[in-house]
C-alpha cells in the first residue's frame, strides 16, 4: 500500500509523550503524519517530514487520534422526549423508562434498527468518533438480545452484552429466574459474537450480588467486563468493578473515598458520561478529584434515548471542561486514549508510530475549539485505518 502523508498540520496532537513538546498531549505545531498500511509510520516536524507516495495538504487545520467512544447504546428503536421534559420540570431518573425503549426495540424490524444505527454511526463519525462501543440491552430475550449484538457487530468490533440492564415487566414477580437467564442461557447465546459484558448494577436495577454472578459468569465464558455503576446513588459498583479487574466501571456519578483509592490502585478506568448528568439533572462527578487521586479517566457520549441522546464528542468534552474540572488537554485526553484504555486497546487512541491509522482533521487550527466552540461541527474528515469514508468539507 502506498503512503500517505498529511502535510501543513497547524497543530498536531498524538498522545505521544516522545514527540514535540513533550507533554501527554505530544503537539506537535506545523506537523506532518504519515500513514502507510493503515498504521502510523512517522510523526514530527513539517520541515523534517520524508516523502510519501501521495500527499494531503490539511491547510493549517489540526489533527488528532479519532475519538473512541467506549460507552453507547445505539441500537433501540423510538424516542424518550417526555421523559426527558419530566426530568426537566423536576421528575427524577430511576431507570424506569428502560421498558419503554424494550417495547419499541422488540416491534422493530431489524431493517429500521440497523438503518437507524447507521445514521447515529454517522452522526458519532461527524463528530470525530472513529472507535465506538455499542451495548445492546433494549431487548431482554434471548433471541432479542442475540438479534441487538448482531446488528453491533455490524458496525463496530467493540460490542458488549448487556442483558442484564433491567429486570424485564414479565419477570418482575421472579428476578431471581431472570438472573438465572441472564448468566446461563442468554449469555451463552450471545457471548460468542460479542467482546464484553456489561450490568446495570444500581438502584432499581441489578443488586452487587446479582451482577457479581452474571459478570464472574461472562469472564469463565472469555468476554472481558465493564458495568454501569454508581449512577444513581452509593450503590457498590465500583468497588464490585475493581474486584472484578473489569476494564471499565461507568457514570461514577457518585463515588465514596473508598471507592476512589481502590479505583486510583486498579486496572479499571473511571468512565465519566456528562451527557447523562445534563439529561437527567444529576450533580456532575468531579473528574479534577479523580485525576488528582490517580485514577484513569475517559469521557463517553453513552448514547441512549433515556439519559443521554448525544452524539456531539465534543459537546461532552465541553461539559468535562466545563462541569468536571476538567482542563481542554484532560478532557481530550479522556476521550481519546481514555476510551481506548477503557477499551483495552493499546492500538488507538494515539498516534504514535505503529498506531491504527485512526484520525480527525479539523476544521480549525487547534483541539481546544471543541470546548471552546461547545456543540460546533469541527470535523472536515475522518481517516480510520487512513482510509476516508466521508469527508465534510
Ligand atoms: O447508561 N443507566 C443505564 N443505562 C443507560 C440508560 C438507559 C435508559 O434510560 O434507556 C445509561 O444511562
Ligand atoms: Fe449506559
Redesign the pocket.
Known amino acids: 500500500m502506498a503512503a500517505v502523508v498529511f502535510s501543513n498540520i497547524g497543530e498536531l496532537t498524538t498522545n505521544d509523550p516522545t514527540v514535540g513538546d513533550e507533554s501527554a498531549m505530544g503537539r506537535i505545531k506545523n506537523g506532518a503524519l504519515i500513514v502507510d498500511d493503515g498504521r502510523v509510520v512517522w510523526a514530527g516536524a513539517q520541515r523534517d517530514a520524508p516523502s510519501a507516495d501521495t500527499e494531503i495538504d490539511v491547510e493549517g487545520s489540526a489533527i488528532i487520534p479519532g475519538f473512541v467512544d467506549s460507552?453507547t447504546?445505539l441500537v433501540?428503536a423510538g424516542e424518550?422526549s417526555a421523559?426527558f421534559a419530566s426530568r426537566m420540570a423536576g421528575e427524577k431518573?430511576d431507570?424506569?423508562?428502560?421498558m419503554?425503549?424494550v417495547s419499541a426495540t422488540r416491534s422493530a424490524s431489524t431493517e429500521v434498527l440497523r438503518s437507524t444505527t447507521q445514521v447515529r454511526l454517522d452522526a458519532l463519525r461527524a463528530h470525530g468518533v472513529t472507535t465506538v462501543e455499542i451495548k445492546s440491552?433494549?431487548d431482554l430475550t434471548i433471541q432479542g438480545e442475540f438479534r441487538l449484538c448482531e446488528l453491533a457487530s455490524e458496525f463496530s468490533e467493540e460490542t458488549t452484552f448487556?442483558g442484564a440492564?433491567?429486570v424485564p415487566d414479565e419477570f418482575r414477580e421472579r428476578r431471581d429466574d431472570y438472573v438465572s437467564l441472564v448468566a446461563g442461557e442468554m449469555l451463552t447465546r450471545c457471548a460468542p459474537i460479542v467482546r464484553w459484558a456489561d450490568v446495570?448494577c444500581?438502584q432499581g436495577?441489578f443488586s452487587v450480588d446479582e451482577a457479581r454472578h452474571i459478570l464472574s459468569r461472562a469472564k469463565s465464558t472469555g468476554l472481558g467486563v465493564r458495568l454501569?455503576g454508581n449512577?444513581?446513588g452509593h450503590t457498590g459498583g465500583i468497588a464490585l468493578a475493581v474486584e472484578l479487574d473489569a476494564a471499565s466501571v461507568?457514570?461514577c456519578t457518585f463515588s465514596s473515598s473508598a471507592d476512589v483509592e481502590a479505583l486510583a490502585g486498579s486496572n479499571t478506568v473511571a468512565t465519566l458520561?456528562p451527557g447523562?448528568e445534563f439529561s437527567?439533572k444529576s450533580p456532575y462527578p468531579s473528574g479534577r478529584h479523580l485525576l488528582d487521586a490517580g485514577v484513569s479517566i475517559a469521557l463517553a457520549t453513552?448514547c441512549?434515548?433515556?439519559?443521554?441522546y448525544v452524539t456531539n464528542m465534543g459537546l461532552i468534552i465541553a461539559l468535562g471542561v466545563r462541569e468536571m474540572g476538567l482542563s481542554v488537554d484532560e478532557a481530550l485526553y479522556a476521550a481519546t486514549m481514555g476510551g481506548a484504555q477503557a477499551l483495552r486497546r493499546p492500538d488507538i487512541g494515539h498516534l504514535r508510530q505503529g498506531a491504527k491509522a485512526d484520525l480527525a482533521i479539523l476544521n480549525v487550527s487547534s483541539a481546544a475549539h471543541f470546548a471552546y466552540q461547545p456543540g460546533a461541527s469541527l470535523v472536515r474528515a475522518v481517516h480510520i485505518g487512513g482510509e476516508s469514508p466521508a469527508f465534510w468539507g
Open positions: 460507552h447504546h433501540f424518550r421523559e431518573y431507570g424506569g423508562g428502560i419503554n425503549t440491552g433494549y448487556l440492564h433491567v446495570f444500581d436495577a454501569h449512577q444513581l461507568d457514570h458520561l447523562a437527567t453513552d441512549n434515548p433515556g439519559t443521554s
